[in-house]
């Protein structure tokens, strides 16, 4: 259900910003707007990161191998890194020149009965596929009873983008109408320009944010200090544990996480089948509070690696 979800989120982020990257190319080549072109730009890049991250959602679900034993999910951060570098690249890095060159040769705006209606549709479909994201990871943040921005640091990277791009475009669609209001107004139409470099600024800060959380999930990131301490309380809490010496954590994937655990037992001489038992026993209660730790494994003894069970 959850996979079904961000599919459809992906899909109707990508459709929208299609339909709306078509206007705004029309409409900025009819008025010479360079906000809008810059506007149109973000759309296309937009729209092509919505292919990086069906991507991502589909090839992060392929099962385990045995060169892949713990799965796919990294996948997911390494397109999305892709759809960060797309917007630095396509979208601020076009806005940013463009903006620069009117602002050095500015020309008139013409065809203001194109602009307006151009941008307040895209405010529409741009709000719309915001709010479905939005509404995702907020019905995500209550089941996991975590605060909204606590679920957007550890949520599906694919929704996590449709997030911060349709909330630039939505910001960014603001800057343009200001833009172009004030150049008509004015007579100064370097401030079309300027508006077209603010929203090249801006889409330089969600592909710095957006590529920065995905650097961080590849390179390897750990459970928030709160549910490690939450998982070192449910197993030295077990009956036969005296100790957790040391807890480690590894997500590899948004609903997929890897712990390991080094444990002292309170009998020492506990036999093998004991031992298992009372494995299966900590990652069964772990598991119940904790859907998202698929991997439980203890280490009840550092110095026998033979009794290292999962």
Do not use: C
């Not at 979208?91 to 602009?115: D, H, K, M, N, Q």
């Not at 603001?174 to 508006?195: N, R």
């Not at 961080?216 to 490690?228: E, F, H, K, V």
């Not at 890897?258 to 069964?284: P, Y």
Request: net charge negative; proline share 5%.
């Amino acid at each position: 259900m959850a996979n079904e979800e961000s599919d459809g989120t992906v899909l109707l982020a990508g459709a929208a910003n299609l339909m709306i990257a078509i206007a705004k190319v029309v409409a900025g080549l009819l008025s010479g707007s360079t906000a809008l072109l810059a506007e149109a730009a973000h759309s296309v890049a937009d729209t092509l990161n919505q292919a990086f991250l069906l991507t991502a959602l589909h090839r992060s679900r392929k099962p385990a191998d045995a060169r892949h034993p713990f799965g796919y999910g990294m996948e997911r951060y390494f397109w999305s890194l892709l759809a960060a570098v797309g917007i630095l690249v396509l979208g601020a890095g076009f806005s940013i020149t463009e903006g620069l060159r009117s602002i050095l040769a500015p020309e008139p705006i013409a065809a203001l009965a194109v602009i307006y209606p151009v941008l307040a549709i895209s405010f529409v479909f741009e709000g719309g596929s915001w709010l479905r994201a939005f509404t995702q990871l907020r019905r995500e943040a209550r089941e996991a009873g975590v605060p909204l921005l606590t679920q957007l640091r550890s949520a599906e990277p694919a929704v996590k983008t449709v997030a911060f791009e349709d909330s630039a475009a939505l910001i960014g669609l603001v800057i343009a109408a200001v833009g172009v209001t004030l150049a008509v107004v004015t007579g100064e139409h370097l401030w079309d320009g300027a508006a077209s470099i603010g929203i090249g600024v801006l889409l330089v800060v969600v592909a710095f944010t957006l590529g920065r959380e995905n650097k961080t999930m590849l390179i390897g990131r750990a459970l928030p200090d709160d549910i490690q301490r939450e998982v070192r309380t449910i197993i030295a809490a077990e009956p036969g544990i005296e100790d957790v010496l040391d807890l480690l954590s590894l997500r590899l994937a948004p609903d997929r996480v890897l712990v390991v655990a080094t444990v002292d037992l309170v009998d020492s001489g506990t036999t093998g089948a004991a031992v298992e038992q009372l494995a299966e026993k900590i990652d069964s209660k772990v598991r119940e509070e904790h859907p998202s730790i698929r991997h439980l494994y203890l280490d009840p003894t550092p110095g026998d690696p033979s009794q290292r069970l999962s």
